[in-house]
C-alpha cells in the first residue's frame, strides 16, 4: 500500500523501464529520487508529460561512486532503492571492463549503502535479465526456464547479471540484506530506444511516422510490457520478503511476424513497412515465473493493447511537437 512517507532512489531512472517506474510513483504521490549519470530526460519527458522532470528530484551520478550513492540516501532519507541502472548488451560487449565496473562493482556498491541502513530499508530491488541463460538452459523435460536453472551466460552482459545474483546471495547470507532479482527478456513501449531487443518498439514508432524499419531478430519472443515491468519493480520494492529472492518476469510469447501482425492491427498497413531478419535471439521464451505471485497480482497486458498503447501515446507527444523520432531510435 501506497504510504506518503515513502522516499524511493531510482538508479537508472532515464532509462526506459526507469522512467516508467518513476511515472507510476509519482503518480501515486511517493517521493523519488532519480540518481543517472545521463543527463537526458527524453524518456521520462515521453512517458510522463513535459512537467515530468520537475516533479522529482534528479542526481546526476555515477553508481560505481560509492561515497555519492550514500551520500545521496542520506541525504534524501531514502528507504526503498530500485536499482536499475547499467551498460545492455551492445554496450557491455564493446568495452567489457567498463560494463564489468557499472554492472558488477556498481551494484555492489548499492548492496553495500543499503547494508549500512538495512534497518529503514526494503528490500533490495535490482535488474537481473533471461539474458544470463543460453539457450540450452531450459529444463529438458518441460522446455521452461525456470527460476532457479543453472545459467551458462553466452555474454558478457550475462555473466554479469549472473554475477550479480550472486552477489545478492552473499549480502543476504553474510549482511542480512534483503532483495529481489526481477529478470526481464524483450521489454518494449515507450521509452524503449535502444539495446539489442529494442527493435520492436523502434518498429511501432517508424511505422506510425510511416517509414520502413527492420527488426533484427526472429524467433519466439517473451514480450514484456514496460508499464507492467516497471509495476513488478514496484511491488518489489514495497514487498516484506526477506533473503534474496530472483524471479522470471511474466509476459507474451510471440514471434517477430506475429508482432508485426499485431502492429498492423492498430496500424493498418504497418505490415508493409516492417521487416525482419532471420536471426534468432537464443533466450528462451518459455520461462517459467509462477513463483511471481509472491510479490502480488503482476499485470500481463495483451499484445493488440500494449500496441495500442503505445501508439496513442506517440501520437500524442507527437501531435504536441514533443517527440523526435530521431532521438528515439529511429534514423
Not at 542526481?59 to 551520500?71: Q, S, Y
Not at 550479480?164 to 549480502?171: E, L, M, P, T
Request: glycine residues 10%; hydrophobic residues 45%; contains cysteine.
Amino acid at each position: 500500500m501506497t504510504t506518503s512517507n515513502e522516499r524511493f532512489l531510482v538508479t537508472g531512472a532515464l532509462g526506459c523501464v526507469g522512467s516508467w517506474v518513476v511515472k507510476l510513483l509519482a503518480d501515486e504521490g511517493a517521493t523519488v529520487v532519480t540518481f543517472d549519470k545521463g543527463g537526458d530526460t527524453k524518456r521520462l519527458e515521453l512517458v510522463m508529460g513535459a512537467d515530468g522532470p520537475s516533479r522529482v528530484t534528479l542526481v546526476n551520478g555515477d553508481i560505481t561512486d560509492l561515497a555519492l550513492v550514500e551520500r545521496t540516501i542520506d541525504e534524501h532519507a531514502i528507504d526503498h532503492v530500485i536499482h536499475l541502472a547499467g551498460l545492455q548488451v551492445p554496450f557491455a560487449k564493446a568495452d567489457p571492463p567498463l560494463g564489468a565496473m557499472v554492472n558488477v562493482v556498481g551494484t555492489i556498491n548499492l548492496f553495500e549503502a543499503v547494508k549500512a541502513r538495512r534497518e529503514r530499508m526494503g528490500p533490495l530491488v535490482y535488474a537481473g535479465s533471461v539474458a544470463m541463460y543460453g539457450p540450452h538452459d531450459a529444463d529438458p523435460g518441460d522446455g521452461r526456464l525456470h527460476a532457479d536453472a543453472v545459467a551458462h551466460p553466452p555474454s558478457h552482459y550475462g555473466v554479469f547479471k549472473l554475477a550479480n545474483a550472486g552477489g545478492a546471495a552473499i549480502s543476504a547470507q553474510d549482511d542480512g540484506v534483503a532483495s529481489v532479482g526481477l529478470r526481464p527478456m524483450t521489454v518494449y513501449g515507450p521509452g524503449r530506444d535502444q539495446g539489442l531487443t529494442s527493435g520492436p518498439s523502434r518498429a511501432v514508432l517508424s511505422a506510425l511516422v510511416g517509414q520502413p524499419f527492420e527488426i533484427g531478430f526472429d524467433g519466439r519472443i517473451l514480450f514484456q510490457f514496460a508499464p507492467d515491468v516497471a509495476e513488478a519493480f514496484i511491488a518489489a520494492a514495497r514487498s516484506r520478503l526477506d533473503g534474496a529472492r530472483t524471479y522470471n518476469l511474466a509476459g507474451v510469447v510471440a514471434s517477430i511476424p506475429e508482432f508485426i501482425a499485431a502492429v498492423d492491427r492498430v496500424l493498418p498497413g504497418a505490415a508493409d513497412l516492417l521487416t525482419y531478419t532471420s536471426t534468432e535471439l537464443g533466450f528462451p521464451a518459455d520461462v517459467d515465473s509462477d513463483s511471481l505471485s509472491e510479490l502480488g497480482d503482476i499485470p500481463v497486458t495483451p499484445l493488440d493493447e500494449a500496441i495500442a498503447q503505445t501508439v496513442a501515446l506517440f501520437r500524442e507527444r507527437l501531435a504536441q511537437g514533443r517527440l523526435d523520432p530521431a532521438e528515439h531510435g529511429l534514423q
